[in-house]
């Protein structure tokens, strides 16, 4: 067992502990022709997989539709117990240190090293949870950014904002110009996005030190976020309709809405939920917190990813670094599943040379969703984010019905998450 993992070893009751580099991808698979089994759940990837599976005869990858987010991490944890898992599968970021923890992961980093530079350092950190260790590579990535009606900014005189000072003020602006309108919503429905914000005002939720885990998701930088968006709540600058309701669908096709804190794949649901309003949107860099230091915080993402138990995970590592870094891959991941792309090069290539239908006028969508994907802030993840964004919705969904400050509610998540991990047998400092 590598050092680094062993001295990173978090006990626990039903065995979890941080002890992938027992899985390492080192060494040799058996020889001759090899299948491998892969699970993902990403639109038409099935399709990136015959590519593959052409140019691969000996190495053959067979594709099995899976439901993502719970459902997909508990199916993983029951097949590993009972030795039916796939060799591969597709993981969002958010689930790895869960598998990692219940030795469900296998560490590529034999194999994974000679790629770490084609992907931002934001995004690798994610899959190394902060140590030597690789977990998974990078599929696509959301980093977070504005979207705004450019008709109806034109209409009210509002200027794009920049910061999140400049938020604010565009905000009750046109609140006052139009009383039946809203910049945004607060979605208390929405941990990914809230804890995107977070990532991008500095806050890291989880952090590991020796053996013992620590919980911030009640630091300064994260009270600051909560504190923002309370203010704006309480003085009906914003919204509180949680996202992807029927009365949020409503407001973006009406105009009642007029702006959306979302992330790079939000042309799609704009497309799906709006699509009276083709043509009338534009994006812009997520306002930020220091205009001098841009940053952006993602919201979503997924990986692929080499089970433990698989006796084939070199020829496992090599289909999923070719899935993640070969050009025609990562096109055709562009072009078939609609993802944007963790690595670096691909974000430029030419598969997103023109806009998403949805913003047909706005030439410069990639480019500029490249930049701000480079601005990524690094994150890591806990063993149990399931249980964080479970009290998150319970507890500013309840703050919100209330009328009551949001960032209190931030001690009550954070008090759930560790009492979850040490009853779970993580030591937590």
């Known amino acids: 067992m590598r050092l680094d993992i062993a001295r990173k070893a978090v006990a626990a009751g039903l065995g979890l502990a941080l002890l992938a580099g027992c899985g390492s991808s080192g060494g040799q698979d058996p020889e001759g022709p090899t299948e491998l089994s892969f699970w993902a759940w990403a639109p038409n990837i099935e399709k990136v997989v015959d590519r593959w599976n052409a140019s691969h005869p000996d190495r053959k990858v067979v594709m099995s539709k899976q439901a993502q987010g719970d459902d997909l991490v508990t199916k993983l944890l029951t097949s590993a117990k009972a030795g039916s898992g796939p060799d591969l599968a597709q993981v969002e970021f958010q689930a790895l240190p869960t598998l990692v923890s219940n030795d469900v992961l296998a560490d590529v980093s034999a194999d994974a090293a000679a790629v770490e530079g084609e992907f931002p350092e934001g995004v690798w950190q994610q899959v190394t949870l902060g140590g030597d260790g690789v977990y998974a590579?990078?599929?696509d990535s959301g980093p977070m950014m504005f979207y705004y009606r450019a008709d109806l900014f034109q209409q009210y005189g509002l200027t794009v904002p920049t910061t999140w000072d400049e938020y604010a003020r565009t905000a009750r602006t046109l609140r006052s110009r139009a009383p039946d309108r809203f910049l945004g919503t607060f979605s208390s429905n929405d941990p990914g996005w809230f804890a995107g914000l977070a990532q991008q005002a500095g806050g890291s939720w989880w952090s590991i030190d020796g053996d013992t885990w620590r919980v911030s998701i009640d630091d300064?930088?994260?009270r600051k976020v909560a504190a923002y968006w309370s203010g704006l709540v309480a003085e009906g600058a914003v919204d509180k309709t949680p996202m992807y309701t029927p009365?949020?669908?409503?407001?973006?096709n009406d105009g009642t809405q007029i702006g959306w804190v979302s992330a790079v794949w939000a042309p799609g649901v704009l497309a799906g939920n709006a699509g009276g309003t083709l043509g009338r949107w534009a994006m812009a860099p997520l306002p930020q917190w220091d205009a001098a230091s841009p940053r952006t915080g993602n919201w979503g993402g997924s990986t692929t990813a080499v089970m433990s138990a698989s006796t084939k995970r070199k020829a496992a590592a090599e289909f999923a670094i070719w899935l993640n870094t070969d050009p025609e891959?990562?096109?055709a991941l562009v072009t078939d599943s609609g993802v944007y792309p963790a690595a670096t090069k691909a974000q430029t290539g030419s598969a997103l040379e023109?806009?998403?239908?949805?913003?047909?006028?706005?030439?410069?969508?990639?480019?500029?969703a490249q930049k701000i994907a480079s601005t990524a802030a690094s994150f890591t993840w806990g063993p149990n984010v399931n249980v964080a964004y479970t009290a998150y919705k319970n507890a500013f969904g309840a703050a919100i019905t209330a009328g009551t400050d949001l960032v209190p509610a931030l001690s009550e998540v954070q008090r759930a998450t560790i009492d979850d991990?040490?009853?779970s047998g993580f030591k937590v400092g």
């Open 137 to 139: 590579i990078p599929q």
């Open 354 to 368: 023109q806009p998403p239908a949805f913003f047909p006028a706005q030439e410069d969508f990639y480019p500029t």
């Open 220 to 222: 300064a930088a994260t």
């Open 247 to 252: 009365e949020w669908n409503k407001a973006l």
């Open 329 to 331: 891959a990562v096109a």
């Open 421 to 423: 991990m040490r009853a």
